[in-house]
């Protein structure tokens, strides 16, 4: 069975319904079932849910207390809601999730196109069969997660395409312009007693907005001359970028006031929540006799960077730095440990920092550089790597631990780190330098593997090195660390 908080994709089957489900019209009445508005219904769901104490939207991160009491105050008073932010702030997820609040079976009169409600039916198809078969009229059964429609609105989207159009095979077939059976019914009509999404809704043409906002309100539309009726019971949300909902002024006025509710989302507030979310929406390399163990250090260096992203002067903001910045670049990292580990012939892959080299990869791609110079992207993306590294240094190593290690490299041979170098080595490397010990322990713990030690070493030294604390020399891939006495 489909999953009750998600919208389905084209792959999956429409789940079948019980055989104890009402057959008929009169079975259906008998059993006491009530036709309710969509936004009845949901507002009855979510109600229901709320005063259970459980989350309407578990897959999604971090709006705990900011957007999602919004969003529930919203659906408790029955708004249709646009949702603005940048990209990548889980807008279309939360939508999709809205399918989860609707009952999981809906009656409607069997054959219909428009999910007619067998009590109150719209199309011709449905009002005939109930006028002539009355109680006898076929009920079918449609699951939650066939009744959520959406578009992503393009300059390109038609009429036909949201509302509908006259099919030319119907008139072949015999049937007259005036005949509401020659038409052929697009996505809104469709999603009839559901839920109706409209992704980047100041793209739809101004004209197609109108015609979206006649269906809505009057209730009425007209299709190559021919007038129909159309009842329709939706829950409209949208999204939109702000800059583009401000500014661009593309949202007719009539339309954007048929919104109740405007919630505002946002990216994580904190480095915890991101890691968070990169844990649960990332899919890192996986192989057979392969164990991949990614450190909390390293996945705090992946969270920090984005967030220091989102800060940065040089980087977009009105285009934003979306959490599939932080997913995508946490991926190549374990996909560089991996590659790495393989040609090493090691079956255990921990990230470290030599591995942070792969991110431009990732990274460029996905942010927007604000620069006049030409080639200062490289520097820019380097400078937040290397701010978001110095940060987590800081804040999980401890001051006092490092004088020591600071001491122990005065009149000594530098130290040589790089993707060719064996996790063993480091593990040598601690016992040979036993000041190391205390952060390493601090960063992995004292009974920690080799691949962990090596990672926790190379945050250590590196991050002595951006302290100025000491220097470093890399060539060719390898980098040595030295005393800057």
Excluded at 12 to 27: F, H, I, K, W, Y
Excluded at 241 to 250: F, I, K
Excluded at 302 to 316: D, N, V, W
Excluded at 433 to 440: H, I, N, R, S, T
Aim: hydrophobic content about 40%; overall charge negative; proline content about 6%.
């Amino acid at each position: 069975m489909a999953d009750p908080t998600t919208a389905p994709n084209a792959a999956q089957l429409a789940p079948v319904p019980p055989d104890s489900l009402p057959a008929t019209l009169g079975e259906l009445r008998a059993s006491g079932w009530e036709s309710v508005p969509v936004k009845v219904e949901i507002r009855r769901n979510a109600a229901a849910r709320i005063r259970a104490g459980a989350t309407l939207f578990p897959s999604v991160l971090g709006y705990e207390d900011t957007v999602f009491p919004q969003l529930e105050n919203a659906l408790l008073a029955g708004h249709d809601v646009i949702f603005l932010g940048e990209r990548g702030q889980a807008k279309t997820r939360i939508i999709r999730s809205l399918v989860g609040l609707l009952d999981e079976w809906m009656p409607v009169v069997e054959g219909s196109e428009i999910h007619d409600d067998p009590y109150h039916p719209v199309s011709v198809h449905a009002r005939e069969l109930v006028a002539e078969s009355g109680d006898a009229t076929p009920i079918a059964w449609v699951h939650r997660s066939l009744r959520f429609g959406e578009k992503l609105a393009t300059p390109d989207t038609s009429i036909a395409d949201l509302i509908g159009e006259v099919d030319p095979m119907k008139i072949v077939e015999g049937r007259y312009l005036s005949d509401e059976r020659a038409l052929h019914f697009g996505l809104v009509p469709r999603t009839n007693r559901g839920i109706f999404a409209i992704n980047e809704l100041p793209d739809l043409a101004e004209r197609i907005q109108v015609g979206l906002l006649n269906v809505l309100e009057e209730r009425d539309v007209q299709i190559r001359g021919f007038k129909i009726q159309l009842p329709l019971d939706l829950l409209l949300v949208a999204s939109a970028n702000p800059e583009d909902y401000t500014n661009r002024g593309r949202l007719i006025t009539p339309l954007k006031d048929r919104f109740g509710s405007q919630v505002r989302t946002h990216y994580p507030l904190d480095v915890e929540t991101e890691v968070e979310i990169i844990r649960q929406e990332a899919d890192p390399f996986s192989a057979e006799g392969v164990t991949v163990a990614v450190p909390d250090h390293m996945a705090d260096i992946i969270a920090t960077l984005s967030q220091a992203a989102r800060q940065s002067p040089h980087i977009s903001q009105r285009s934003g730095v979306s959490v599939r910045l932080s997913v995508s670049n946490y991926e190549v990292m374990v996909a560089n440990a991996a590659r790495r580990a393989l040609l090493a012939g090691e079956d255990e892959v921990v990230p470290r920092i030599c591995d942070l080299e792969a991110l431009p990869a990732s990274t460029a791609g996905k942010v927007e550089i604000e620069s006049l110079e030409e080639g200062r992207e490289e520097q820019i993306l380097d400078h937040l790597v290397r701010t978001a590294i110095l940060t987590v240094f800081r804040e999980r190593v401890s001051p006092e631990q490092l004088t020591r290690v600071v001491e122990a490299f005065e009149g000594r041979d530098p130290v040589e780190i790089g993707e060719d170098v064996p996790a063993s080595a480091y593990v040598a490397l601690v016992a040979e330098l036993p000041a190391l010990g205390g952060p390493v322990n601090e960063l992995v713990g004292e009974q920690a593997g080799a691949g962990l030690v090596a990672s926790a070493v190379e945050l250590v030294l590196e991050g002595l090195h951006l302290s100025k604390r000491l220097n470093k020399d890399a060539v060719s891939g390898r980098a040595q660390y030295r005393s800057r006495g």
